[in-house]
Each structure stands twice: as C-alpha cells, then as structure tokens.
C-alpha cells in the first residue's frame, strides 16, 4: 500500500532536536478503518519514546522494548478514527536520546452508519444470591418477503473486531423466538450483548433477561437499539433510580453495563451522584472495541456505603464515540430485577 508523506515540521529550538518523518497508510482513510502512521527514525535505545496526539482526543505511545532491538526499531503505531473530518497528528518525544517531534494533517472519510441492532445484554449464568440468568429473543420479518438475519455474540471484557456470527432466516411477517439464547445458539455461557445484522428496515427484535426459578421466572425487558440511540461524544446521559445494599441481604445492588459500538477503543466516563446530588466518586472505564462489560455492584468502586438512591452521569470520548449504557438493578432478596435504560441529557454547567 503506497505511503504518502502529508507534513513534518521541527518544534525543538535546540540544534540537537530531531525531524520526524511521519508516513500514513492507508493516506485517506475512512471511519472505521485501521490507519497505520509510520515514523523516522524510529524508537532505538533504552529510555527512548514517542508520544502521539491523534487530533480527535485520542493519544498514544511508542516506547523502547526489546521487540525494538529485533525489529531494527520501533516505528508504527495504530489508530481507527471514529468521526470523519481533518485532523493534525502531532508527534513528539525521545529517539536516540534526543528530543524529536513532527506533525501531519490527515482526512478522514466519512463511512455509512450501519444499521446494525444490539441486544444490550444477554445471559446464561448464575448470579449473586443464588439468581440463574437467561435471555430470550425474537426477531420479527416486518416485510412481505422472506428475511436474512445474522447474529453476532459480543463476548463480555473482550475486543470483539472478529466476533462468532451465526445466520438465520424468518418468513414473511413472521417471528422468530432464540429461547435461551447465548447457550442455544452459540453454546455459550455467562453474559455478553448481541449483534443483530439485517437489511435496513427490513426486522425488528425484543430481547427479555429473566431469573429462572424452579417455580417461575423473575424477568427484565432489555432493548433492542440502533446507533442512532447510542451517547455520542459530546453528549450526557443519565442512570436514574439506582440503590446499593453491599450486604446482599437487604435492599437492592446495581450492576451498570456498557458496550462500545465502534471498531476503536473508547473512554467512558462515570460519575456518581446521591439522589441530593452530592458527588460521591467518579472513574473512567476503557472499552475495547465493540466491547461488552458489565461492572456487577458498581458503586462499590466509589464508596463502600450503602445508598438507597443514586444516579450516574455518563460521557463518552473520542470523537466519534458511540456508547450504550444500562443499570439492571436487583432485589437482593427475591432477585427480580428492573433495567433501566440510559436518558439522554443536554449538559449543564
């Protein structure tokens, strides 16, 4: 693949600082797509580092190792931009114990937005306090004509660039039920999300998580979303009506999921507030891509008190990020669960 130079410049004022040449491939890449930015000289010695800001809020690293002295140096990085527009990459460190640094304007092409559906969560695996998790789905053929389907499990705490996909199909107007569905369909266990790929327009889905017990079943409705209903960077989202008991004998715990909706690594950025809006904690979470976690009990990440009502505000960086977000909250007692679904806010000073 040809590599183009687009821009170098020297930012040191002493005569012993070093030009970085930097390379890009492919030179006008497109959202989503892995860009590989190659630079001279390389990282070569111990001590050696070069630090890049990709322009959209992201940065990165490269520094000496051993896999440096085998390769002839280190000299790439990687990077997948997530909003199309220009950006200037500026890099700047250490190579050959000198200082260096250069810079370079690059488009990014815009890509369509796919139409892709995402099951939020789904389950089959036991819980605290002796809960047992399942997820149903159906998918619905809106159309007068035969439908294709794929679905695709997003493993929980993992990159999921390359995930195991399954095919399906439903009649005219009809119905599809995938009962038990990570364990029947894909032979899995424990909790991940779902992809579900068709035609615009074309299907729609409801999902159900439920506690299955010998006598019955305690159940949550799960949405079904497109990106179009994703936090975008810039914007603010609220988790409303949450509670934590760390005892799990009385009272109630929150487990908070997210899921990264893009080909790239995002920030998610949590902060928790008393129902009296006194901030108790805050921390981010990095997502790989197309990642699904869910972060069980999550309050106990800022304070080890019992809280009968709290709310979290949720962010999302770099550009171009698409976040999903959830709170399943649970009745220690009997294990019926609510989710409650994330509500987009303008953000205030």
């Known amino acids: 693949m040809r590599l183009l130079v687009l821009g170098l410049m020297c930012l040191a004022v002493n005569s012993e600082a070093v030009d970085l040449t930097i390379?890009?491939?492919?030179?006008?890449?497109?959202?989503?797509?892995?860009?590989?930015?190659?630079?001279s000289p390389p990282v070569i010695q111990s001590g050696?580092?070069?630090l890049f800001d990709f322009g959209d809020g992201a940065t990165g690293k490269v520094s000496w190792g051993i896999e440096c002295v085998?390769?002839?140096?280190?000299?790439?990085?990687?990077?997948?931009?997530?909003?199309?527009?220009n950006f200037r990459i500026v890099a700047s460190g250490k190579v050959s114990g000198q200082s260096a640094s250069g810079f370079l304007d690059l488009t990014v092409e815009p890509s369509p937005v796919p139409s892709d559906l995402y099951v939020l969560v789904a389950a089959h695996v036991r819980?605290?306090?002796?809960?047992?998790?399942?997820?149903?789905?159906?998918?619905h053929n809106v159309t007068s004509l035969p439908a294709s389907y794929k679905l695709c499990l997003l493993r929980r705490g993992t990159e999921n660039l390359s995930p195991v996909c399954?095919?399906?199909?439903?009649?005219?107007?009809?119905?599809?039920?995938?009962?038990?569905?990570?364990l029947a369909e894909f032979g899995a266990q424990g909790a991940a999300a779902l992809r579900l790929e068709a035609a615009p327009g074309v299907v729609l889905a409801t999902s159900r998580t439920y506690n299955a017990l010998v006598g019955g079943t305690y159940g949550q409705f799960v949405p079904v979303l497109g990106l179009a209903q994703a936090l975008l960077a810039g914007e603010?989202?609220?988790?409303?009506?949450?509670?934590?008991?760390?005892?799990?004998?009385?009272?109630f715990r929150t487990n908070l999921g997210l899921l990264n909706a893009t080909p790239a690594t995002i920030t998610a950025h949590l902060r928790f507030f008393r129902a009296d809006g006194i901030l108790m904690g805050e921390f981010q979470q990095d997502l790989q891509p197309y990642e699904f976690t869910q972060l069980d009990k999550v309050l106990e990440k800022v304070t080890d008190q019992a809280v009968e009502d709290f709310y979290v505000v949720l962010s999302c960086t770099p550009s171009g990020a698409r976040?999903?977000?959830?709170?399943?909250?649970?009745?220690?007692?009997?294990g019926d669960a609510i989710l409650v679904p994330l509500q987009k806010v303008s953000p205030q000073p």
């Open 23 to 39: 390379t890009v491939s492919p030179n006008r890449p497109r959202v989503g797509e892995e860009v590989i930015f190659t630079f």
């Open 48 to 50: 050696d580092e070069v």
């Open 70 to 85: 085998l390769f002839g140096g280190c000299k790439q990085i990687k990077h997948t931009y997530l909003a199309a527009g």
């Open 127 to 139: 819980g605290d306090n002796d809960t047992n998790w399942r997820t149903d789905l159906v998918v």
């Open 166 to 182: 399954k095919n399906f199909s439903v009649g005219a107007r009809q119905a599809r039920r995938h009962q038990d569905v990570i």
């Open 236 to 251: 603010e989202g609220r988790l409303l009506q949450l509670a934590h008991n760390p005892s799990l004998a009385d009272g």
């Open 323 to 334: 976040l999903f977000a959830y709170a399943s909250v649970v009745d220690n007692r009997t």
